[in-house]
């Protein structure tokens, strides 16, 4: 069974070339350009994890928060912050949004990528 994994980030360089880690690396993945696609592809992709860009036009990652009501709606999907705001949430904004984690986009590098998702989201082995 593979794991999936929602990107929902507005620059699109940065949003193929997670993609194209992450499944590399073996995980299902799907993408949207802002929140509100990122709704959609929410409801219909059902991901175990979410990379969520804070600063996007059309509707921003917080709004996508409180929109989508984490973790209530959600409990067993993780959300992981990748941001170029060093601090996007504080502590207690994390906890009550559900946010497990959060990272600076800029210093992120591919390998960094595989690894925070793998931390947070291990794949299963194979059941023979």
Known sequence: MSKKVLIIEDEQPLRDVYALILSHEGYEVATAENGQVGITQLKSFKPSLILLDMLMPVMDGMKFL???KFPSNYPDTKILII????DPLN???AKQYGVHDSFVKVNLSPNQLASMVKKHLP?????S
């Open 66 to 68: 409180k929109t989508v």
């Open 83 to 86: 941001s170029n705001l060093n």
């Open 91 to 93: 502590p207690k904004q």
């Open 123 to 127: 794949l299963l082995e194979a059941a």
